[in-house]
């Protein structure tokens, strides 16, 4: 069985249900990265100035993605086993904190069911060969990168360089595309976005977006090869216009209130992992 769940070609049933219950738990921690990365990194920060000014660190207490326990924000009631179920915790809850019941964000267990419906859409698209279980790597890390980036603006180094790495290490026999596609197209997504955020600075004295954002199309070239990028920029560049004026019309957003540009290149990303290919195909019919 476990033979048969490892290696099963595309359209698999099986495989794709045990992805998705896999996705559910996957899901329930990449919620704490999300949430605590951004903390261990200020807390790091923090730390490291307080040295540098000869001052007491502000931070001597451990605090990482393992530990203290996860714990309402409101009360500091630690999360308990039965608490932390996947989705079913939530709704047995009703969305409250067992002991204060303050209201706990719907946005926990829409990244757990959004994991876990990536996660069976992947193997069953993919198989759950090497290339479906890489996809599944490529995409919790996108998903980390995505909310962290709405959240805070942010899209950590050691994220967007473990996504570059993996992607050039994943295609060294080939996974996705050809070694040098992939070198090429790491060079090239870093070169392309680092051009654009100059031009526009000169253009406007003022910057675009941030330094992660090339790193993280960096990392999608080296996945997906050089050939791809276009699309990702027209994709992440089409999605982003078209949630930047809705959010400029209707809910009022700022004109001068930046909008993180890293949640676009992931979904960016994935489509052009999923169907780039016949999406390249139709641009290139309809150019030419």
């Known amino acids: ?139 919790y890390l996108l998903i980390v990168m995505a909310f962290i980036d709405a959240d805070t603006q942010l899209l950590p180094d050691n994220l967007t360089f473990s996504l570059l790495w993996c992607g050039l290490l994943i295609n060294l026999n080939g996974t996705f595309v050809p070694l040098h596609s992939a070198v090429i197209g790491a060079v090239v997504g870093y070169l392309a976005l680092w051009t654009i955020y100059w031009l526009f600075k000169l253009a406007t004295r003022k910057e675009g977006m941030g330094y992660g954002d090339f790193k993280l199309l960096a990392a999608l070239g080296a996945w997906l090869g050089w050939s791809m990028l276009p699309i990702i920029i027209l994709l992440s560049s089409l999605v982003g216009a078209i949630v930047g004026i809705s959010l400029i019309i209707f809910a009022k957003h700022g004109r001068d209130i930046p909008i993180p540009f890293g949640p676009y290149l992931a979904a960016a990303g994935m489509i052009a992992m999923l169907y780039g290919k016949p999406i390249s195909q139709f641009v290139f019919n309809i150019l030419y």
């Open 1 to 139: 069985m476990l033979d048969m769940l490892m290696s099963a070609p595309p359209g698999g049933i099986l495989p794709a249900v045990v992805a998705g219950i896999f996705g559910l738990l996957v899901g329930s921690f990449l919620n704490v990265v999300i949430h605590r990365m951004p903390r261990i990194m200020q807390r790091e920060w923090d730390n490291y100035a307080a040295h540098e000014n000869g001052q007491p660190l502000p931070h001597s207490d451990r605090y990482n993605l393992m530990i203290p326990r996860s714990a309402c924000p409101h009360c500091s009631h630690q999360i308990t086993a039965l608490e932390n179920i996947p989705v079913i915790s939530y709704l047995a809850l009703k969305g409250k904190c067992s002991k204060c019941k303050a209201s706990i964000s719907a946005r926990y267990p829409a990244i757990e069911l959004l994991t876990s419906v990536l996660s069976a859409f992947l193997i069953w698209h993919a198989g759950s060969g090497w290339a479906g279980l890489s996809a599944l790597v490529f995409t």
